[in-house]
Each structure stands twice: as structure tokens, then as C-alpha cells.
T-cell receptor, first 113, second 114 residues
Framework: QKEVEQNSGPLSVPEGAIASLNCTYS??????FFWYRQYSGKSPELIMF????GDKEDGRFTAQLNKASQYVSLLIRDSQPSDSATYLC?????????????FGSGTRLQVQP | NAGVTQTPKFQVLKTGQSMTLQCAQD?????MYWYRQDPGMGLRLIYY???????DKGEVPNGYNVSRLNKREFSLRLESAAPSQTSVYFC?????????????FGSGTRLTVV
């Protein structure tokens, strides 16, 4: 079992809708979580990070973290066709013994015009 | 404002050939990483360097070697390429080698081994 799990999708939503992307993790030592967007043939781009339980909002994006349930999500409001991409969830730790992020396999999002 | 620069962008190798993938960052980051990305498998860590002078194995190190040449540069070497090493390789850097910071990725190297 991978440490960070994501549904591969594709998740298809109509333009203007809310897209909800989910991620679960198995390592309770994970403390920080990152969402990356990756367009086809391009490199991952950091869009959100969250360290504390609850919600964190940045523009149309909201990251949610529930450490008790080991669950991270990314909500994209007013989805646009330009949001169509693969979204990677990654977990990390402040522990200096764990010096690299662990990535999920990604969820492909399709926003239909 | 280059960020993380990887070379080459594309490469085709024959089985058994060797090559070095180059990576350089200009953000004064301490930590650098090499990942490979294969369809359906996400990003898998090959090697990382938490700070200048140190390197450590990741999840899939077999068949690879690395060199942290200085704070800016971190290279990945394939000594004897195999078709199983056909992949997209990403170099990344971060301020510190913990989960406190996200990564900045390079543009990637698409490697095909025939």
C-alpha cells in the first residue's frame, strides 16, 4: 500500500462547478501536505500547502486537512477548462529523519466547457 | 530567474549506454532531489541530497548514482541504461530537507532506452 493514495480518475466536472480532489495517507508522522498541479507533458507546480487541521483558502482553491481521519482534500471552486490537469498530493514531515516528500499517483481532472 | 534547470530535455539511449542528467538551481536551496515519473505510478524518489556533501538513497535507487557537485548542482548518472529506466526524470529543490517546504521542480528529462 502506498503511503499516499489518490483516486486516479478521471474526475469530470462541468465548467463553473466545484471540483473535489481527495487524498488519504497512512503515515501518522506526516505533518505537512502539498498539492501540485501538473499539466500534460509539464512539471509539477505547487499550488497549495497545509500544515494544520481545518481549511486553508487561496483564491479559488481550498485545502482541507483532517489528521484524525488521515485525509486531505483540495476544492476548486468555479472550475475552468484551464484547471484540467493531474493533481498530485504529497505528504512530508518536519522530522529531520524524513527528508523527502511522498507523492500520490495523482488524480486527473477534466473540466468540461 | 531560472529556478531549477535540467539538461537535456530529451534523450534516447541504447541499452548498456551511460549518461548523466544535469540539474542546477539558483535559489540557494539546501536540498535537492531526483524523481522518476512513470504512468500510473506517480513520482518515485531515486536519490536525494539534504545538504551539500550528503546524498541518500530513495525508493528506487538501483541502477543510478548521484553527485552533489556543490550547493547548486546535483547530477544523476545511469551507468548502464536498461529499458526499465525509460521514464521522465524530474529534479527538484527545496529550502530544507524536511516536510516544512514544498519543492520547485525542473522541466524534466524524457529518457527512452531502446
Amino acid at each position: 500500500q502506498k503511503e499516499v493514495e489518490q483516486n486516479s480518475g478521471p474526475l469530470s466536472v462541468p465548467e463553473g462547478a466545484i471540483a473535489s480532489l481527495n487524498c488519504t495517507y497512512s503515515d501518522r508522522g506526516s505533518q505537512s501536505f502539498f498539492w501540485y498541479r501538473q499539466y500534460s507533458g509539464k512539471s509539477p507546480e505547487l499550488i497549495m500547502f497545509i500544515y494544520s487541521n481545518g481549511d486553508k483558502e487561496d483564491g479559488r482553491f481550498t485545502a482541507q486537512l483532517n489528521k484524525a481521519s488521515q485525509y486531505v482534500s483540495l476544492l476548486i471552486r468555479d472550475s475552468q477548462p484551464s484547471d484540467s490537469a493531474t493533481y498530485l498530493c504529497a505528504g512530508g514531515s518536519m522530522d529531520t529523519g524524513r527528508r523527502a516528500l511522498t507523492f500520490g499517483s495523482g488524480t486527473r481532472l477534466q473540466v468540461q466547457p | 530567474n531560472a529556478g531549477v534547470t535540467q539538461t537535456p530535455k530529451f534523450q534516447v539511449l541504447k541499452t548498456g549506454q551511460s549518461m548523466t542528467l544535469q540539474c542546477a538551481q539558483d535559489m540557494n536551496h539546501n536540498s535537492m532531489y531526483w524523481y522518476r515519473q512513470d504512468p500510473g505510478m506517480g513520482l518515485r524518489l531515486i536519490y536525494y541530497s539534504a545538504s551539500e556533501g550528503t546524498t541518500d538513497k530513495g525508493e528506487v535507487p538501483n541502477g543510478y548514482n548521484v553527485s552533489r557537485l556543490n550547493k547548486r548542482e546535483f547530477s544523476l548518472r545511469l551507468e548502464s541504461a536498461a529499458p526499465s529506466q525509460t521514464s521522465v526524470y524530474f529534479c527538484a529543490s527545496s529550502e530544507a530537507g524536511t516536510g516544512a517546504y514544498g519543492y520547485t521542480f525542473g522541466s524534466g528529462t524524457r529518457l527512452t532506452v531502446v
